[in-house]
């Protein structure tokens, strides 16, 4: 089969692998219908991940369909179309167990991390893909639900959703600030609105991706080069700050934006992923009780984001911007590193 290779820092190519074959008995094999690239896969690129060993398929979302099926396996069936989540989790060590299936202990891949597709195993920018722990990691594809809303169920929605509306506890009434406008901030704009927050502030420094920010749900945009930024998002606000920041970009300047954002007993959402130490100035910041959460998406809300995507209380369609077919891939990944010029959110990659 075809997939995308990572060959080092800054390097990939799309280029015949072997087949994937079972190796568990709780494994299936999916044919992969449509998949897509991530923030992360570009940090992977980067080389600011480097446990990421060259030779490594990339990719950790998608939606396939059900080739094989491993001796154990007997709630899916040959010819199922699933999504596959970003997280592979056995469903039985005592993360799994305790909520916490990121973090899932089994050997497979690295125990601690369920996060394994495309960094621990082969991932899903492939024809073929094995997926462990299939009856726990694996969602049916509803009927009439389209690849382009699929997809965005296998991380980006559970992602802006748990680590930036649930771990920053959004209220209603709240005053909601998410600080970067790419895929994972729009999802937290739009799954925030679940909650009833009083405003949504987006606030990134392409105009026009807060103009997307609008149509996803933002009330209020903000264009962080303005120098007067701040004083922008709090004039939106009784002029404390907002109760939720929420970071959807991965960089020191940004999480420190978020922080400066936050009214004193409000909550800093961090989601990004970042290649870098942050500063954090507990010397300033003791004394205004706020609260900072960060975390790798679990994925356990995916079932109940599915049900409001398949019946648009998430109206999600304007997520993926460009189709690509498989032997396009390397298109696919220059448009979405170069998404401004290319007006590009989500890219949808798909097997003729
Ligand atoms: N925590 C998790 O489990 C998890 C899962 C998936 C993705 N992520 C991370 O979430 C982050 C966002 O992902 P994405 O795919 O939306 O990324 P993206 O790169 O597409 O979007 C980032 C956005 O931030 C904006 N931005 C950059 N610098 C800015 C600044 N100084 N001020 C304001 N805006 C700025 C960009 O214009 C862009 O719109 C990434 O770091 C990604 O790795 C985390
Ligand atoms: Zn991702
Ligand atoms: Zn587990």
Not at 58 to 74: D, K, N
Not at 245 to 257: H, N, Q
């Amino acid at each position: 089969m075809k997939a995308l290779v990572y060959e080092g820092p800054g390097r990939r190519s799309w280029k015949d692998v072997p087949d994937p074959v079972i190796q568990q008995p709780t494994d299936v094999l999916v044919r992969m219908i449509a998949t897509t690239i991530c923030g992360t896969d570009l940090h992977i690129l980067h080389g600011d991940v480097p446990e990421v060993a060259p030779g490594r398929v990339l990719g950790h979302e998608g939606i396939g369909e059900i080739t094989s099926v491993g001796t154990a396996v007997t709630e899916l069936a040959v010819g199922d179309r699933v999504i596959l989540s970003c997280v592979s989790a056995c469903g039985r060590c005592a993360n799994c167990r305790s909520g916490l299936p990121s973090h899932c202990s089994n050997p497979e891949g690295m125990p601690g991390i369920g996060w394994i597709f495309g960094y621990m195993i082969d991932g899903t920018q492939a024809e073929q893909v094995r997926v462990p722990f299939a009856e726990n990691s694996v969602y049916k594809l509803p009927a009439g639900m389209t690849e382009a809303e699929g997809i965005l169920l296998s991380d980006i929605l559970p992602t802006g959703f748990e680590i930036g509306v649930q771990y920053g506890r959004v209220h209603p009434g709240d005053v909601v600030a998410v600080v970067g406008s790419g895929p994972v901030g729009l999802a937290a704009v739009m799954t925030a609105r679940l909650y009833g927050p009083s405003k949504i502030v987006a606030v990134d420094l392409d105009p026009a991706r807060l103009a997307r920010a609008r149509e996803f749900g933002a009330t209020a945009t903000v264009d962080s080069r303005d120098p007067d930024w701040k004083a922008q998002v709090l004039a939106l606000t009784d002029g404390a700050g907002v109760d939720v920041a929420i970071e959807a970009v991965g960089l020191p300047v940004t999480f420190a934006m978020a922080v400066e954002l936050v009214r004193p007993g409000g909550r800093v959402a961090n989601v990004g992923v970042h290649g870098k130490p942050v500063e954090l100035a507990l010397n300033e910041l003791w004394i205004r009780n706020i609260t900072i959460s960060m975390g790798l998406v679990n994925t356990n809300t995916l079932g109940m984001l599915m049900k409001l995507v398949a019946t648009h209380v998430l109206p999600v369609d304007g997520f993926v911007t460009h189709t690509f077919d498989f032997d396009q891939v390397a298109e696919a990944y220059d448009v979405f590193e170069h998404a401004a010029e290319h007006d590009a959110l989500k890219v949808l990659i798909h097997r003729t």
